[in-house]
């Protein structure tokens, strides 16, 4: 188990969750929920999907790199995000679903920006099981 | 107490709308008397007196909400499966079910829209991107930001071509029955388009007849048949709805900008 894995903040949703591009299923385990706090060193806004990436401290102070996945930029945008709301600098956290490869890779459900505001990072809800 | 009360009901439905891409006021969207755009108020028609379909569209969303509530990405249940709202399901001939369960089981991986390929005219009814419908008498374009794509629907009376070159978004055709436009469809490329995330396959032997509403000012409503014989064992009608996106504008969505989804989903 990652160490920085709060899973019992969020409830564990039962079925995987689809993505308007890449199924989500496909990428994400929507069971491995997870919460990180980390400064912002690149973020790239670019379709089909924004990333960005952050410097993740855990709870031994050792710092680690992690990239974060949200919707695409059209969706973004008409949900209110600006450009200039992640920055690099920028400490933000995040609520969001673990890689299935166990990589340093997750899907950001929920993101805290720097002034506290909470930005939806476009994930689909979830897929019927079929 | 009631004009406050009004302008500040205003200034709440009006607050997502100043998220847009552009604030270009919406051309003649009818009012109510708070100011909010009324999209029950009758569709509007062209000079020559034929419903007006033109204007920037945007899929229903009715995926069902997890327990813990409705994220604010809905879908629409037709684009994981555009037989949601069909009785017993698409009517799948054997190898369409069998191919259908193998693209299910890859969770949707093998989707050539997820590979940056443009999808066929019925995704442009499910997916989460915006299409802008620009309707002249013999002609309606469909600009999809989806890829930047194009679909074209010819109105001046000529026939389908009769050995039409297979492609993305076949060859289309209307008329006006009413207040209802009458579209057919042929020559799609078999194989690559897929009707759904689940895989529902489409043959270069389709035909699509879509017959076309614009039932309210802020909705345009489809029933589509798809006529396949060869993937399907009958023809078969779903209902598609379509919601104006009154301040909305066309954003890019250009995929291969940055297809780095990583080897965890290209390689398997």
């Known amino acids: 188990m990652h160490r920085w894995i709060a899973a019992a903040v969020l409830v564990l949703l039962q079925a995987a969750s689809a993505y308007a591009h890449h199924s989500f299923a496909a990428e994400y385990d929507a069971k491995k929920p997870a919460m990180f706090t980390g400064t912002v060193t690149k973020v790239q806004w670019t379709n089909p999907h924004v990333h960005f990436f952050l410097d993740v401290k855990d709870e031994s102070g050792a710092t680690s790199p992690w990239e974060f996945t949200m919707g695409a930029v059209n969706g973004l945008f008409r949900r209110g995000w600006t450009k200039d709301m992640l920055k690099p600098g920028d400490t933000v956290m995040v609520d969001g679903y673990l890689a299935r490869d166990g990589s340093h890779l997750a899907n950001a459900r929920l993101v805290t920006l720097r002034d506290g505001r909470r930005m939806s990072g476009g994930t689909m809800p979830d897929e019927p099981a079929n | ?268």
């Not at chain 2, 969770?107 to 620009?134: E, M, W």
């Not at chain 2, 399907?232 to 291969?256: I, K, Q, S």
Request: aromatic content about 8%.
């Open chain 2, 1 to 268: 107490m009631r004009v406050l009360l009004a302008s500040i009901a205003a200034a709440l439905i009006a607050a997502p709308l100043g998220a847009q891409w552009t604030n270009a006021p919406a051309a003649a969207v009818p009012k109510n008397r708070d100011g909010s755009p009324n999209l029950n108020a009758p569709a509007p028609r062209t000079p020559d007196g034929k419903p007006d379909f033109s204007g920037v569209w945007s899929a229903e969303r009715n995926q069902k909400c997890p327990p813990d509530g409705c994220p604010d990405n809905q879908m629409s249940e037709q684009f994981l499966d555009l037989g949601w709202g069909v009785k017993e399901g698409l009517p799948y001939q054997p190898w369409a079910a069998e191919l259908v369960r193998r693209r299910t089981a890859r969770a949707g991986q093998d989707d050539p829209t997820s590979h940056c390929f443009p999808g066929g005219i019925v995704r442009l009814y499910t997916y989460p991107t915006f299409n802008k419908v620009v309707q002249t008498p013999k002609l309606i374009v469909i600009l999809s930001e989806r890829e930047l794509t194009y679909r074209q629907i010819f109105l001046d009376g000529r026939p389908l071509p009769d050995d039409p070159l297979p492609t993305w978004k076949g060859y289309s055709v209307g008329h006006w029955d009413g207040d209802t436009l009458v579209v057919e469809s042929s020559g799609f490329r078999g194989d690559d388009i897929w009707l759904d995330r689940k895989g529902s396959p489409l043959t270069e032997a389709a035909r699509i007849i879509e017959r076309i509403r614009r039932v309210t000012f802020g909705r345009l409503e489809t029933q589509l048949t798809v006529n396949d014989p060869k993937a399907y064992t009958r023809p078969f009608t779903v209902t598609l709805n379509e919601y104006l996106e009154p301040a909305g504008e066309l954003m890019d969505f250009v995929c291969l900008e940055n297809d780095a989804s990583g080897p965890q989903f290209l390689g398997k």
